[in-house]
């Protein structure tokens, strides 16, 4: 008990008495986990005598920096994230006296939809490479910058219409999934390029993951709402979000499939749909037991009628964890334990 006591006494003495002005969670990152955590906030808020936390949707890679740039009440106490934290970041927190408690809390799909006033289209991620890298290979072998204008110049069975994809910017979780699942997937069916990754890593990666810049894939911000509208309002465009965001604007937008499996839970959950990840949060460990409520928060997420098969945030398009995994996970959660990065 004086162990336990003096644990929560540390941060106190550490932050010094202003960082008490601040009685409420303060939670940024990642656009497709925001309306999973703004859900638990709302609820932690009417359930509890805590003030309802504070969620920004900043991006997965904007909430990182944010997060691991120190402790104290300017900066925030949960970072959101659409994918797991890199070493970079990682060490950047350690630099910074920042503990990361991770929270892994289920899986997402990125889909590729468009306006349902539209054809649904087939799509293979090799055909997603050809379309939306920058660089790609001719029938020589030869890298070249990317000439395709319309789907049909990459397969006469794709539409004739100019290849226009709405999507997040570079700071965004779902950008990096994107293209390592995406991209990388399509890439990596040319045979010689992925031989390159045994012989010149660096060179693949770059060719694999990085997007074309000519007007063919438009950064749309952070903001996978507006995408949707501008899908609506343009029935030619395509745009990438999470699995969420189509579950809550099916009267709307339709996902395309890719690779012959269609973006639904079932073909998530299953691992079949080929562009799915893995979505977390990341709780300050130097912050819990400064301000208030953030045990009580991690509690609130991780109770079965929260994250479970018939939680309220399957009704919003979390993709859950199983039982066995949700059980090992509320446990480290729960008990804090720090991040352990392999």
Known sequence: MFTRSIYFLLPLLFFGTSSLARDQINIVGSSTVFPFSTAVAERFGKSTDFKTPVVESTGSGGGMKLFCAGTGASTPDVTNASRRIKKSEADKCAKNGVTPVEAKIGFDGIVIANSRSAPNLELTLKQIFL?????????NENIIPNPFLNWSEIDPSLPDVRIEVLGPPPTSGTRDAFAELALEGGCKEFDFIKTMKKTDKAAYKA??????????????????????????????????????????????????????VEPEFEEIASGNYPIARSLYFYVKKEHIGVIPGIPEFMSEFTKEDTWGEDGYLVDKGLIPLDEASRSQWSEKINNFEPLEMN
């Open 131 to 139: 379309a939306l890298a920058k660089n790609i290979p001719d029938a």
């Open 207 to 260: 060719l694999c993951h990085t997007v074309r810049e000519d007007g063919a894939y438009i950064e749309a911000g952070e903001n996978d709402n507006l995408i949707v509208q501008k899908l609506e309002a343009n029935p030619s465009a395509l745009g990438v979000f999470g699995y969420s965001f189509l579950e809550q604007n099916s009267d709307l937008v339709q996902g395309s499939l890719v690779n012959g």
